[in-house]
């Protein structure tokens, strides 16, 4: 009963921002760690951000730590993505990801929820 639904992609230039969405329906996700990935065509689905249920563990790829944010609104059963200083290299389709525990986590195969996907293309 548990869906997930991103918004908030779409085409920017380099060095432009966004901000991704995840609303979480169903089933109360307030105490899992979440977390979002992204997938190139032709690619591996690859970690980008995760956080424990309560924001006390944060966990970043390298290729984005310090340009993206992850945040959550429990009252809106929420979950964001603030991207910065956007790269090329930054385009692919973003999902975000629910566990089914509160700790954080960076492996696909250790999330159990996904949301659709929403394209995130950033032009040079």
């Known amino acids: 009963q548990v869906q997930l639904v991103e918004s908030g992609g779409g085409l920017v230039q380099a060095g432009g921002s966004l901000r991704l969405s995840c609303v979480a329906s169903?089933?109360?996700?307030?105490?899992?760690?979440m977390g979002w990935f992204r997938q190139a065509p032709g690619a591996e689905r690859e970690f980008v951000a995760g956080m424990s249920w309560n924001g006390g563990s944060l966990r970043y790829a390298v290729s984005v730590k310090g340009r993206f944010t992850i945040s959550r609104d429990h009252a809106k059963k929420t979950v964001y993505l603030q991207m910065n200083s956007l790269k090329p290299e930054d385009t692919a389709v973003y999902y975000c990801a629910s566990r089914t525990s509160w700790a954080v986590a960076s492996s696909t195969a250790e999330y159990y929820y996904w949301g659709q996907g929403t394209q995130v293309t950033v032009s040079s």
């Open positions: 169903g089933r109360t996700l307030t105490t899992y760690g």
